[in-house]
């Protein structure tokens, strides 16, 4: 079977290419270097399957970040037969600069020139015929979001051959890479780079290609090297001249100096006052739409499921224990549908929406300072907006993240963020019997709490946060269907990762109800509860909200021994209604945001992840519990 | 030999709005391999088009493409006055 991989600069529309080419199996999105996941499919070629690796963007050979590695490392991998390197027609010169690079790989090479109709707009006429002969390389014209020139990549891939030309700087540049080369070939220090790009990259100082000559004979020619061609910026400036004339050979540019509609929105949207209030206004309305709209919607999901329920109930009343099982799990299915659908699906829609449209990098770049003193970055801002919904896709919007530590960081400030299961909690418990000015008192001090965890986590944790330094898009107006395929799949993802975890804990639950576990429970954690100033038999409570914390309120007070919800401040007082919300909000992540974590970041950041917010809830309700005290 | 280069001033110093002439980009960045691909190259113009606030990141126009880049980055990239 053939192999091919698309490689392409962030933004280059490299991810609509592989839907349009591999049947829908990845997401695209605008942010730079959003697929960080590589993603397979398979296509027909002719009678023969041939598969697509859709590689994660990177604007050169020389990695920047984690994703950026994991292409480049799979290009000189993976037993790739065809490279279709994706360009975007718009930015052409930066873009050549890529395909320079991948030529020295000499594997099959087919250029993808996409976006012709944005850089017809910007006014760039291009002559595809030219730019195939000053490259040596078949290039196809495409449109990849309105899938024109499919078909010929197709038959260009099949007949795909490794490139003609090689890139080829003045002598004297020539003369050091040499050196350099034949250093290299002599001594045996070759790795998986191509010979002459791994020189050219010790010389620019790239720290993979470098690495190996430093302690090795090779030093002294390598010094001499940097030393005369300025640590490798007469080999860059070379390439980027190069680049130039290439377009210039084969572009005509018609200048449109008219400020065009684009300007006017960034104005406005990237302006250092008006751009926070359109923010603020972007996703207040984001959230006005999904929960005004979701409820209506759940309520009739949660109506069918209590008639299910009701049924289940009459059908097996007979049998205790399947009835027990069967209703958890029915409980479990209601609660992933009541979730996914009315509130999900639409959230998901709208911020797939906000990424392709190209406006997360500008957010990014408004809110980057203040993100940046957490160890984050601007666009870590998705994972916690999504986070006042459910903390399972917010976990999954990592996924955005480029670096291990900024992903760790991010997730575990994520799963602090009051989902609305917790939001019942605070509303319903602290706002709703000792005043809603409490209930905002408790969102603000969970604000300053993720800061101020952000910020120690940024110390801690090892590895830098590389500072921003990526292209803003232009705006662009996606397909329904990308939009579409993208949210799907994010819903998709959710289902399988939740929906076992929410049955699973319903069932569990059911059954500790029915053996009547909870007493020993509760007498297990009675030094723990004491602690904290709380009665011991709501340990049980705070033990099932891990598994699902939709349950608390409800839990709450049949665990009291109460037989309605106005009745509990008979049983506890503000003071402990205050402390049980904050522990509730920072602690333990539910299972089905255990799961997402482990996902995202593996087992072992998981474990200290979830014993972090356990402590921090513990350390932050005693806190609680001590102040009111003294107050 | 990269004093030769530095005239002191620094992209972090740049005005809003004004354009300037990349001179260097100092040694130890770790984004220098990333910014030349960004087209931020010794001898290029470079435009500050916009500073995000509270010490935010810049936008550059560089080649007709918005660039972003943060302040840690702005500082070590030394830049040149349009004559």
């Given amino acids: ?631 | 030999m990269k004093a030769a280069y530095n005239f002191g001033m620094k992209l972090i110093d740049g005005e809003l709005g004004k354009s300037y002439i990349v001179e260097s980009i100092d040694g130890g960045c770790m984004a220098k391999d990333r910014l030349w691909k960004l087209g931020v190259i010794p001898g290029v113009i470079v435009k500050i088009k916009r500073k995000a606030p509270l010490k935010g990141p810049f936008m550059l126009e560089v080649n007709g493409v918005d660039v972003v880049v943060g302040r840690g980055i702005a500082l070590k990239i030394n830049i040149r006055e349009l004559e």
């Fill in chain 1, 1 to 631: 079977m053939k192999t091919v991989a698309l490689v392409g600069q962030p933004n280059c529309g490299k991810s609509t290419l592989f839907n349009q080419l591999a049947g829908y199996k990845s997401l695209s999105a605008n942010f730079p270097g959003a697929t960080v996941e590589y993603t397979k499919g398979q296509t027909y070629l002719d009678d023969e399957i041939i598969e697509v690796i859709d590689l994660p963007g990177t604007y050169s050979l020389s990695w920047y970040d984690d994703a950026e590695r994991e292409t480049v490392k799979a290009l000189f991998s993976e037993d790739i037969d065809v490279i279709v390197n994706i360009l975007d027609a718009s930015t052409l010169v930066r873009s050549i600069e890529l395909t320079i690079e991948l030529m020295s790989l000499e594997k099959p090479l087919v250029v993808a020139l996409n976006m012709m109709d944005e850089a017809l707009r910007k006014g760039i006429y291009i002559n595809v015929n030219k730019l195939e002969n000053v490259l040596g390389v078949k290039v196809v014209p495409i449109i990849a979001k309105k899938g024109k020139g499919i078909k010929d990549l197709l038959e260009a891939i099949k007949n795909a051959k490794k490139p003609l030309k090689r890139c080829v700087y003045s002598r004297e540049v020539e003369k050091y890479i040499n050196a350099v080369v034949n250093c290299i070939e002599k001594n045996n220090l070759k790795n998986e780079w191509p010979v002459k790009l791994m020189a050219i990259k010790a010389i620019e100082g790239f720290e993979a290609c470098q690495k190996p000559l430093e302690n090795s004979v090779c030093k002294k020619v390598l010094e001499q090297a940097k030393f005369a061609l300025r640590d490798g910026l007469v080999i860059v400036q070379e390439r980027h001249a190069l680049c130039m004339d290439i377009f210039e050979a084969v572009a005509k540019v018609k200048k449109k100096e008219k400020k065009s509609f684009e300007e006017k929105l960034d104005t406005v949207l990237l302006h250092p006052f008006f751009g926070y209030i359109a923010m603020i206004a972007i996703f207040f309305s984001i959230f006005y739409i999904v929960f005004h709209g979701g409820v209506p919607i759940e309520n009739f999901i949660i109506g069918i499921f209590d008639k299910i329920d009701h049924f289940i109930d009459i059908s097996l009343s007979n049998y205790k224990l399947t009835h027990a099982i069967v209703k958890g799990v029915v409980d479990g299915v209601g609660a992933a549908f009541g979730i996914a659908f009315p509130y999900l699906l639409p959230f998901l829609f709208l911020i797939s929406l906000l990424e392709d449209v190209g406006y997360l990098p500008r957010i990014g770049f408004l809110l980057d300072s203040t993100m940046h003193k957490m160890g984050l970055h601007g666009t870590s801002m998705i994972p916690f907006v999504s986070g006042y919904g459910c903390s399972v896709p917010a976990i999954m919007a990592t996924r955005i993240l480029k670096s291990r530590k900024e992903k760790i960081i991010s997730a575990f400030l994520a799963s602090l963020v009051p989902c609305s299961a917790r939001t019942t909690v605070i509303m319903g418990l602290v706002g709703y019997f000792i005043g809603y000015g409490y209930a905002i008192l408790l969102y603000v001090i969970n604000i300053v709490v993720i800061m101020i965890s952000g910020m120690i986590l940024k110390k801690l944790l090892p590895g830098i946060s590389p500072e921003m330094a990526l292209d803003i898009p232009p705006y662009r107006l996606p397909t329904f269907k990308t939009l579409m395929l993208k949210t799907w799949h994010k819903v998709k993802d959710f289902v399988f990762l939740a929906v076992p975890m929410l049955i699973g804990g319903s069932v569990v639950l059911t059954l500790i109800s029915y053996y009547h576990l909870d007493n020993t429970i509760n007498s297990i954690f009675k030094p723990f509860m004491e602690l904290l100033g709380l009665p011991s038999s709501i340990a049980v409570v705070l033990l099932f909200g891990v598994l699902k914390k939709e349950l608390t309120l409800l839990m709450l007070y049949q665990a009291l021994g109460l037989s309605s919800l106005s009745q509990i401040p008979q049983a506890l007082t503000p003071g402990q209604m205050m402390v049980f919300t904050v522990f509730v909000i920072f602690y333990i992540p539910c299972l089905a945001t255990i799961a997402a974590i482990k996902k995202e970041v593996g087992l072992k950041a998981t474990i200290y992840i979830t014993l972090g917010t356990l402590l921090l809830a513990t350390l932050l309700s005693f806190l609680t519990q001590v102040i009111i005290h003294i107050a």
